[in-house]
């Protein structure tokens, strides 16, 4: 998406329009291996660059409201999010045509806990993890801890 002003208010947002073009990155990388004794092993990397952040202020206007203002647009940019997630499997055959699937997942397998969102308002809380509506870490600023999960899937 284009970050440039799509439907300027005034004259000086359609001529001064100083946003710097943004890039955004990706990597992935997937594969499955067998392992000894029928275990079977899938893994998948995925490594993406954050996405930029601005940088706002609240300010009063003429009919003494307050409003929100972008200060910077372009004040930073959130941390790459590198994710790498595990499965080890086996299937066994309990009849005929019938087979069960045991499973493990890791997610997150080296634990990250970089931060997705954090507040942008000018003031005591700035760049803490969380969302302007909140002062406090909201649980969606951060990346989830690594999580192990058991399955068992039956196929008939």
Do not use: C, H
Request: hydrophobic share 35%; proline share 4%.
């Amino acid at each position: 998406a284009d970050p440039k002003n799509a439907t300027p208010q005034n004259p000086n947002a359609e001529f001064y329009n100083w946003e710097l073009e943004r890039w955004n990155y990706g990597v992935k990388i997937n594969g499955n291996y067998d392992l000894p004794w029928g275990i079977g092993f899938a893994s998948t990397f995925n490594a993406q660059s954050g996405e930029y952040y601005s940088r706002t202020a609240q300010m009063r206007n003429a009919l003494n409201s307050t409003v929100t203002i972008v200060a910077d647009y372009n004040a930073g940019r959130y941390e790459w999010v590198k994710l790498w997630d595990n499965r080890f499997s086996k299937s066994f055959k309990v009849g005929n045509g019938r087979t069960l699937q045991a499973s493990l997942d890791i997610y997150n397998t080296m634990n990250v806990s970089t931060v997705l969102t954090q507040i942008t308002l000018t003031g005591p809380n700035y760049l803490k993890p969380g969302t302007a509506a909140s002062s406090a870490a909201t649980a969606t600023a951060i990346i989830p801890a690594r999580i192990m999960r058991f399955g068992l899937k039956y196929t008939f």
